[in-house]
């Protein structure tokens, strides 16, 4: 690390669908030959008992669900290894932690996936050490026998306390990245205390909770918001910036999303009136 650097930031990322294209329990649904659909009604169903942390449904239908009681750390890994990957994630990591000047950010990956997949989704690109996923006890036999930690919902944050108690870097040096309900907590959390929130989808829950939402298929498009809300660079140095790291900023469409549902007013008048 550069003896330059004098800012220590965190940044964490969700992994499914924020850092990968696909979610973890559909690819591995499709290596178990169960039906995509089959596993978003039981997800789906399992979300709306409320009996889950919202993201942690394929972790609690490996331990219960009798069409994933079979699944073992290999098929875990073999998942991770199938993933679509978005793109320049190696170079995202790169650029955060040594080639902003006057800034490190130490990389994490908190998801809700079972750690197994993200570390070899991410193998050779994030350290191992970095992510941080659903974690298992197997049993003798190799079968899942108990979930140990979960990291969804408030577990993101807990996990985002731990990490900066552990570096030292105070509550408005956090930088959280993610894409759907399971983040909110955690970008609660970080808005509360002056960090940066980045939403990469357009999921109601995500946009409305986040302070920026960046969409693309390039990992490096996070680099923006960070660009421009810590580092306070303005568009002219931030591309040049990646112009040096090799990529022209062709396209950047800055818009505010508005979300709205209409409904017949007469609608609503006879609705009273019957009422």
Do not use: C
């Not at 990322?13 to 559909?26: A, E, I, P, Y």
């Not at 979300?47 to 009681?69: C, I, M, S, T, W």
């Not at 570390?119 to 970095?130: I, K, N, R, T």
């Not at 680099?223 to 990529?247: A, D, K, M, S, T």
């Amino acid at each position: 690390m550069s003896k330059n650097v004098t800012k220590q930031y965190i940044f964490a990322s969700d992994f499914d669908q924020t850092l990968s294209f696909n979610d973890s329990g559909f690819v591995l649904s499709e290596i178990l030959g169960i039906p995509a659909a089959e596993f978003e009604r039981k997800a789906t169903g399992m979300a709306k008992l409320n009996l889950v942390q919202q993201g942690a449904e394929l972790a609690y239908l490996l331990l219960h669900d009798p069409q994933f009681r079979h699944v073992r750390r290999e098929h875990l890994v073999e998942v991770g290894k199938r993933i679509p990957l978005k793109e320049r994630i190696d170079l995202l990591y790169k650029i955060l932690d040594r080639r902003i000047p006057g800034y490190h950010f130490e990389f994490f990956v908190l998801s809700a996936a079972p750690a197994e997949i993200v570390q070899s989704a991410l193998e050779g690109v994030v350290p191992a050490d970095h992510i941080y996923g659903t974690e298992f006890k197997y049993s003798q036999t190799g079968e899942i026998e108990t979930i140990l930690r979960v990291t969804a919902g408030y577990g993101k944050v807990a996990r985002l306390v731990e990490l900066q108690e552990a570096l030292q870097i105070g509550p408005d040096r956090v930088v959280y990245a993610g894409d759907g309900s399971s983040d909110v907590h955690a970008m609660l959390h970080v808005n509360r205390d002056a960090g940066l929130t980045i939403a990469v989808s357009e999921t109601r829950d995500v946009t409305q909770t986040a302070k920026r939402t960046v969409l693309s298929t390039n990992a490096l498009a996070m680099l923006v918001p960070i660009l421009e809300e810590v580092v306070g660079w303005e568009q002219p140095e931030i591309h040049e910036f990646f112009e040096r790291n090799g990529f022209l900023v062709r396209e950047w469409a800055k818009a505010r999303t508005d979300w709205l549902t209409l409904r017949s007013a007469r609608a609503e008048i006879n609705d009273a009136a019957t009422g």
